[in-house]
């Protein structure tokens, strides 16, 4: 089964950036499409980005495009999400996922058929 492990949240003001990792382990990128969900509190879960190894696609939420990158080194199964000029609405938990589709991200219904989760790590933006 696959495993994903993210890390780098912390707290920073805004305007900072952040990284976050997220180690996959019985993973194939070319299998899944990986990317990045957040859950602030109050709010649903929502897809921010999304990176697929088949022809090199991203998806972005419209709230963060311009302000975060994803990218991933294949070799060592991992995936980065660079978080620059982070506003307090960034706050969140954020979530690694494997998911089938890259549409998952952009139009989650609640559940992820066949993904995976990692377990979330917290991110906070102070004003």
């Known amino acids: 089964e696959v495993q994903l492990v993210e890390s780098g949240g912390g707290l920073v003001q805004a305007g900072g950036s952040l990284r976050l990792s997220c180690a996959a382990s019985?993973?194939?990128?070319?299998?899944?499409?990986i990317g990045w969900f957040r859950q602030a509190p109050g709010k649903e879960r929502e897809g921010v980005a999304c990176?697929?190894?088949?022809?090199?696609?991203?998806y972005y939420a419209d709230s963060v495009k311009g302000r975060f990158t994803i990218s991933a080194d294949v070799a060592k199964n991992t995936v980065f999400l660079q978080m620059n000029s982070l506003k307090p609405e960034d706050t969140a938990v954020y979530y690694c996922?494997?998911?089938?589709?890259?549409?998952?991200?952009?139009?989650?219904?609640?559940?992820?058929?066949?993904?995976?989760w990692g377990h979330g790590t917290q991110v906070t933006v102070s004003s």
């Open positions: 019985r993973f194939t990128f070319h299998d899944y499409n």
């Open positions: 996922a494997a998911a089938q589709f890259w549409e998952d991200f952009k139009y989650y219904s609640g559940s992820l058929v066949g993904g995976y």
């Open positions: 990176f697929s190894s088949i022809g090199g696609r991203t």
